[in-house]
């Protein structure tokens, strides 16, 4: 059997999980639930001035509302600081790693001089071969190799070699002992043995160290694959000129998560030329090879567009629960019950967000719909009176409240009054909602029920006779 795919996510939390911190997320979370894997969660932390509670709660905020469960941490590098230490021990013990003195000026002057001689600015290896123990202010620098290349397998962009010349001997353990980025990750990724990290593109600088130190430590290398950033609609990197950066911004401008996730997954991977995936579509279908070279191009008119066909596709039951903090929002207080999923029902396909739906349910939970003055004057008047009467009367006296028993309804008044459908429907649609674009005026009146229906269509008669009088 071949092994367990084991991916991670490992945010730093210096700020809220911006879309392109998402899209990893969501690429690594799909890839293991994909494979039948397991997904980590790391927080890397060891940015003490920069790190704070308030990213930690966000981030697990945003992964939340995204649908992103993990099966192993959340992990803090803070807390593995002794982890660090026994590696970078080995390390030095090994003769992979070495104490260094020199001080920071010292370097300073070395990466000046390397510039002055138009080479890279680097460590010009002082300590390198000086075998010294410990001593007060000594970092801990890794030992690069001399000469060759050490190659990048990349899933995503082949392979790409980097010159091992290039890499200086990189610090790995600072003064006061705590670990430098690179080794934390490396460390971290060993030890929770992760063979699978895709990430932005950002931090392939990064990956030729962090191979290196895999192979001094005797550590199989795992398969890397390395995503373009994220570009705005003007093909410049991402940025909140573009719109809001924060993942849960869109929770609250009314997205469904699942949009969300379907959206972030196509601003880098495609199935064909398939837009809409559902979560279970996704994690079916999701899969390394289809990761894009070139850069996804965040489009919000596109994620708008995805929103109503998540909304349009789910069933009520399962979008009550996104709705009811916009519904409470308007000091509407719904139960997720039957009567909430009807009207959900008549306002899915017309709301593109969860905002829309809201706006949209207020008429269904007032007492009586405020009229829209213009409305009502063109359309609860007194020549319409007799065959609203004529509709309310027919209504409650109707055994079976059934869509079937309306339209004959409707067609009664019509012939009496020798009116079309529009000019009885419109009058009616006030009455019930106060306005003159509503859901479908049977599905409407079957999501309102009886009893409010007669109580609307009477208050409109009273409104209509206020009229002539
Ligand atoms: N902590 C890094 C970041 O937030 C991720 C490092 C990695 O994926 O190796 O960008």
Redesign the pocket.
């Known amino acids: 059997m071949s092994q367990q795919i084991i991916t991670r996510f490992?945010?730093?939390p210096t700020g809220y999980l911006h879309l392109g911190?998402a899209r990893t997320a969501v690429f690594n979370w799909l890839y293991a639930r994909h494979t039948r894997g397991r997904f980590v969660l790391r927080i890397?932390d060891t940015d003490m001035q920069r790190s704070t509670k308030e990213s930690v709660d966000a981030i697990f905020e945003a992964l939340d509302w995204l649908g992103i469960d993990w099966d192993e941490g959340p992990y803090f590098q803070s807390q593995r600081f002794d982890i660090y230490k026994e590696y970078i021990n080995r390390l030095i013990q090994s003769g992979h790693a070495y104490y260094c003195t020199c001080t920071p000026e010292a370097v300073d002057r070395m990466r000046e001089a390397a510039k002055a001689r138009g080479d890279k600015p680097r460590y010009d290896g002082t300590c390198r071969e000086k075998n010294q123990q410990w001593q007060e202010g000594a970092v801990v620098r890794f030992k690069s190799p001399l000469s060759g290349n050490t190659v990048v397998e990349d899933i995503i962009r082949g392979d790409i070699a980097f010159s091992n010349t290039e890499l200086d001997d990189f610090i790995i353990a600072r003064s006061d002992g705590s670990p430098m980025y690179n080794l934390a990750?490396v460390v971290d990724d060993i030890t929770m043995n992760i063979n699978t990290?895709i990430?932005?593109d950002d931090?392939i600088s990064n990956t030729p160290k962090q191979i290196l130190l895999y192979q001094a430590l005797g550590a199989a290398v795992p398969d890397f694959g390395h995503v373009p950033m994220v570009l705005g609609p003007d093909k410049s990197r991402l940025s909140k000129r573009h719109g809001a950066m924060s993942v849960t911004a869109y929770r609250d401008m009314g997205y469904h998560p699942d949009a969300m996730v379907n959206f972030l997954v196509r601003l880098g991977w495609s199935h064909g030329d398939q837009e809409f995936f559902t979560r279970d579509e996704l994690i079916e279908k999701f899969n390394l090879e289809h990761i894009g070279r070139s850069a996804g191009v965040f489009n919000p008119e596109k994620l708008l567009a995805l929103n109503a066909e998540h909304i349009r596709n789910a069933p009520a039951q399962a979008l009550a629960g996104h709705l009811m903090p916009f519904l409470k929002e308007k000091g509407i207080s719904a139960a997720a019950d039957d009567y909430l999923y009807g009207v959900i029902e008549t306002l899915k396909p017309r709301s593109k967000t969860f905002v829309e739906m809201a706006d949209g349910a207020e008429f269904y939970f007032v007492d009586k719909p405020a009229y829209d003055e213009k409305a009502a004057a063109k359309f609860l008047k007194s020549d319409l009176l007799p065959p609203m009467k004529q509709l309310t009367e027919a209504v409650a006296a109707l055994g079976d409240f059934s869509e079937k028993n309306l339209e004959e309804i409707f067609k009664q008044v019509m012939e009496t009054a020798g009116l079309g459908f529009g000019k009885i429907a419109q009058p009616v649609r006030v009455a019930l909602t106060g306005k003159t674009v509503s859901p479908g005026i049977f599905e409407m009146m079957l999501a309102l029920g009886r009893d409010r229906v007669i109580a609307r269509l009477n208050d409109a008669v009273s409104f209509m006779a206020r009229q002539s009088g």
């Open positions: 490992p945010p730093s911190g890397e990750v990290i990430r932005g931090h």
